[in-house]
């Protein structure tokens, strides 16, 4: 059974870089999509991007010029760095598996931005 | 970005009683690429529906989805308590993949 796992800081300051790490375990990161979801609190959810195992890359055009999502095939891993951030960016954030349907979610972790 | 419009906001029914959720979207999905998810309070999203009315791998069949270009549908034939939750649809037939703003179920 494949599980996905968040991690990374809870709290980021204004204007500095978000940084989370995905770790994918019972199964191979090397195939696949893997995706960023964000969902602020009490509010809906929003794509942030994805990687393919092949490294290619695929960004929400509203974040695009802020994410850098990439791949570690050696550790099973994939991560997230949203640079930049505000207070607007703090959300509970999902790594998942999939291209368009997502049938394999971490729990989430929330990332909260403040000084 | 195609826009999805959920409908309504929030659902007030029994259990037993039948569902019915709308998506709207804003311009023809591609494809049907029309997923529905279920979310319960603190976990992650569960998809129930893809390809607009295939169920996910352990779905109960009461729930089921219909539709294609811009309007779909997720019936739930016979509320259980569990299933009093939030339910969102989410198109992938067209980058960005885009969701919408969710409908609530709740008790009656």
């Known amino acids: 059974q494949v599980q996905l796992q968040e991690s990374g800081p809870g709290l980021v300051k204004p204007s500095e870089t978000l940084s989370l790490t995905c770790t994918v375990s019972g199964g191979s990161i090397s195939s696949y999509y893997w995706n960023w979801i964000r969902q602020p609190p009490g509010k809906g959810l929003e794509w942030i991007g994805y990687i393919f195992y092949s490294g290619s890359t695929n960004y929400n055009p509203s974040l695009k010029s802020r994410v850098t999502i990439s791949l570690d095939t050696s550790k099973n891993q994939f991560s997230l760095k949203l640079s930049s951030v505000t207070a607007a960016d703090t959300a509970v954030y999902y790594c998942a598996r999939g291209r368009g349907p997502q049938g394999y979610w971490g729990q989430g972790t929330l990332v909260t931005v403040s000084s | 970005e195609i826009v999805l419009t959920q409908s309504p906001g929030t659902l007030s029914l029994s259990p037993g009683e039948g569902a019915t959720l709308s998506c709207r979207a804003s311009?023809?999905?591609?494809?049907?690429?029309l997923a529905w998810y279920q979310q319960k309070p603190g976990q992650p999203p569960r998809l129930l529906i893809y390809?607009?009315?295939s169920r996910a791998t352990g779905i109960p069949d009461r729930f089921s989805g219909s539709g294609s270009g811009t309007d779909f549908t997720l019936t739930i034939s016979r509320l259980e308590p569990e299933d009093f939750v939030v339910y969102y649809c989410?198109?992938?037939?067209?980058?960005?993949?885009?969701f919408g703003q969710g409908t609530k179920v709740v008790i009656k």
């Open positions: 989410q198109q992938y037939g067209g980058s960005p993949w885009t």
């Open positions: 311009q023809s999905v591609s494809g049907s690429y």
């Open positions: 390809g607009a009315s």
